[in-house]
């Protein structure tokens, strides 16, 4: 913010009168007028930016719960997630996954032992890979600027992402948004793995953006393809993603929709 400075004169003047009356000050006020530079935002000028692009951090607060489903080989799969509270219900043919807001449970729908992700973990990370940005403007997060992705004969500028101790299940992960130069839309993300055993939890994976869409003024992807990787870089493309059914919302879901089943087992 820009000094500015407030000259204030103040002219006493005093007039002796037949009538006697009392003196009467007079203040002049000079002020310099100059253009203040004020910055309100709590995040980065360059994150603020990638927001702008995707609808803006306003317009995403104002939304509270949001939905997707993705085509899977053995089905689809329905994520439903109240943003603010970040109750969250998975609904697959194998299994339903749920976030009551305190505690997260699973209910194997299939005869035999459940092979999928870890429930504890896999409640949300759809949710958190999807809700890119946005997801980062959340409570507890530190930013910092990172070196630049250089893919495709593109340099994409990257903005650093660390979580304070007790924030989420895993506190220690990293990311790191990279975001086109010219259009600020976010194109990659890179972040690192802490839960799955034998991974390095310090090297980045990579997963692509690019295919965005308008879902009630916000820009949400309709594909995130994943990529191989080696020495914090993307190298050949994966599997994609697909999504369907987006539906994001200024109205919250019953949090009656997130309680566990009867059936249902609560995960530690």
């Not at 809700?131 to 910092?144: H, T």
């Not at 990257?158 to 220690?172: D, R």
């Not at 086109?180 to 980045?204: A, R």
Request: proline letters at 6%.
């Amino acid at each position: 913010m820009k000094n500015y400075s407030v000259a204030i004169a103040l002219l006493l003047i005093v007039t002796a009168c037949k009538q006697n009356k009392s003196p009467e000050p007079v203040i002049t006020i000079d002020y310099k007028k100059e253009v203040l530079d004020v910055t309100t935002s709590i995040y980065p000028e360059n994150l603020t930016k990638v927001f702008n692009a995707h609808g803006g951090i306003d317009a995403w607060e104002t939304m509270k719960s949001l939905s997707f489903t993705m085509d899977k080989p053995d089905g689809k799969e329905v994520t439903l997630t109240n943003l603010h509270s970040r109750e969250a219900l998975i609904e697959s043919p194998k299994a339903t996954i749920g976030f009551d807001g305190n505690k997260a449970w699973f209910l194997n729908k299939m005869e035999g032992e459940y092979k999928g992700y870890p429930p504890k973990f896999y409640y949300n990370l759809m949710f958190y890979f999807y809700a890119m940005p946005f997801i980062l403007s959340d409570d507890g997060i530190n930013y910092a600027d990172a070196e630049p992705l250089v893919f495709g004969g593109v340099t994409y500028p990257g903005i650093q992402v660390t979580y304070n101790a007790g924030v989420g299940e895993t506190p220690e992960d990293r990311y790191v948004l990279y975001y086109n130069p010219e259009t600020y839309l976010m194109e990659w993300l890179g972040y690192t793995v802490s839960f799955v055993p034998g991974i390095d939890k310090k090297e980045l994976h990579f997963r692509k953006y690019g295919n965005w869409q308008e879902v009630n003024g916000l820009q949400l992807p309709k594909t995130i393809t994943g990529y191989g990787f080696k020495n914090d870089k993307p190298t050949e493309a994966k599997a994609t993603t697909n999504f369907i059914d987006i539906k994001v919302s200024s109205s919250a879901v019953d949090t009656k929709v997130f309680a566990k089943p009867e059936k249902g087992e609560f995960v530690e």
